[in-house]
């Protein structure tokens, strides 16, 4: 079955250190996997996604995220952290378009930013 | 600019009540989504439209309703068969393509609309 795994239910990090957020999926196909940042009572904010090609995908804000076919993992980062990147984090994998825009989310990770 | 609106922003309903989320777009996607959002949970898709007059149940459709009369607008209606309606309600829109490898375009979301069941 098709499924999207968060390990860190949430994470903490110090203003200015690198941030690494995991995300691993489970699907049969290439698949088309994406970031998204959600704050506190608003809605989602696409960050990056990948479709194909280099598996290093660069976002908006700073993030970046690569693509890993041996790990079925889809990692993101950010080298130095912001007080404003508090949010959640979604990692989401498309499985096409039959039945609609078909996109399974994981359960979000909470990072927290310490001054 | 364009974008989806949500409204209201917050709502409140007695149990046994129905209540009706709005859901407006003017990018002139084709396709529109609803998803409920519980704590600790991702995404689940409720409803979806692909075209006008045209919706599919989603994962979680029991106790939900939708329309699709006009391209812009995707109104979801919440019944009091929902057994647990309160949660954070998002929809999203999107162009449709046969073949995602020739759209860069996803889904793009409202702020999102919380419902509370008193």
């Known amino acids: 079955a098709q499924s999207v795994t968060q390990p860190d239910i949430h994470i903490t990090v110090s203003e200015g250190a690198s941030l690494e957020l995991r995300c691993n999926y489970s699907y049969g196909a290439t698949p088309y996997l994406f970031w998204y940042v959600q704050s506190p009572g608003q809605g989602l904010q696409l960050l990056l996604k990948y479709f194909s090609g280099d598996t290093l995908v660069q976002g908006i804000k700073g993030f970046e995220a690569e693509f890993k076919r041996s790990q079925s993992s889809f990692n993101l980062r950010k080298p130095s952290v912001h007080w404003s990147d508090a949010a959640e984090y979604f990692c989401a994998v498309f499985l096409g378009y039959t039945g609609g825009f078909k996109t399974i989310f994981g359960a979000g990770t909470r990072l927290f930013v310490k001054a | 600019d364009g974008g989806i609106t949500q409204s209201p922003k917050y709502l409140f309903r007695k149990e046994g009540q129905n209540v009706t989320l709005s859901c407006e777009q003017n990018l002139n996607h084709d396709a529109m989504y609803w998803y409920r959002q519980d704590p600790g949970q991702g995404l689940r898709l409720i409803y979806y439209s692909q075209i006008v007059n045209d919706f599919q149940k989603g994962d979680i459709a029991e106790g939900y309703s939708v329309s699709r009369e006009k391209k812009e607008s995707f109104p979801l209606t919440v019944t009091s068969a929902q057994k647990n309606p309160t949660a954070f309600y998002l929809c999203?829109?999107?162009?449709?393509?046969?073949?995602?490898?020739?759209?860069?375009?996803?889904?793009?979301f409202g702020p999102g609309t919380r419902l509370t069941v008193l």
């Open positions: 999203a829109s999107s162009p449709f393509k046969e073949d995602p490898l020739l759209s860069t375009d996803t889904q793009y």
